[in-house]
């Protein structure tokens, strides 16, 4: 008798922990119109939590090109055109990610995401996947990588930050105090390994070049480093001649193709 009264007993208790449909939350009403329903499964197999066996991991993908890309991890898959993939609840143990673009996967890897850990990536159809950052959830400051949670990057471009405004101001100043424009170039060269520009600033660099041969050969080395490459267009205007804005068209047509 007391073995049925401890059984009854956990039983009720069981159902009355157990989240009942409706009762909480607010009801957003269907506004699909199509007549046809399908029952996914019965009503009684609901899964109220996420089974943690195999530990937890997330992985953070982003992709500075413009398009509209998929990419997958494990069983989970994410379409955007924002270039930001942030995927949560995955189990710490080895499973593949998988990139792709218009239905033809450009990149696949097997990722060994580690338990309490995110992985934080760079991807770039040309060049790769790289790693930025393999983060201890459990030792961070804060519960996202960055000062904030849409900003977990810090930078641009395989982890190189950007100069801020002041600091570019700087840097300008002293490559317009170069006479020739071979020096500017070289002055320009020691910069570029260490930080990342923008479109804008890759123009005021060009405009100061008295060549048009110059301002192409800068053109050239500063488009993987810029952060806003769809912008790049805008640098045609910065050529004297006609000539000068012919190549450049060419040589962002090509490089765009690869």
Known sequence: MKKSFILLFACVSFLGFSQEIGSAGKLFKNENRSSERIELM???????????????????????????????????????????????????????LTISYSGIV????????????????DFFSRKGLFLLEDLDLRT???????????????????????????????????????????????FFQMQRDVTS??????????????????????AKEAYALVADPQNYYKLRETFSFESGKERFT?????????
């Open 42 to 96: 019965p009503k009684e197999n609901y899964r109220w939590s996420m089974p943690y066996d195999y530990g937890y991991a997330e992985v953070f993908v982003r992709i500075p090109e413009v398009g509209r890309f998929t990419v997958s991890v494990g069983d989970q898959q994410i379409t955007n055109s924002n270039g930001v993939f942030r995927f949560f609840d995955l189990s710490a143990r080895p499973q593949q």
């Open 250 to 258: 060419h040589f962002l047509t090509q490089i765009r193709k690869r």
């Open 106 to 121: 450009l990149y696949q890897v097997s990722l060994r995401p580690r338990n309490n850990h995110r992985m934080v990536f």
């Open 197 to 218: 520009f923008t479109t804008d600033q890759i123009a005021m660099l060009m405009s100061d070049l008295s060549f048009d041969d110059s301002k192409l050969t800068l």
């Open 140 to 186: 961070a400051n804060q519960g996202y990588y960055g000062s904030q949670w849409n900003d977990f990057w810090n930078g641009y471009y395989g982890g190189i930050g950007m100069m801020r405004k002041s600091e570019f101001e700087q840097f300008f100043t002293l490559y317009k105090k170069e006479m020739f424009d071979r020096e500017k170039l070289k």
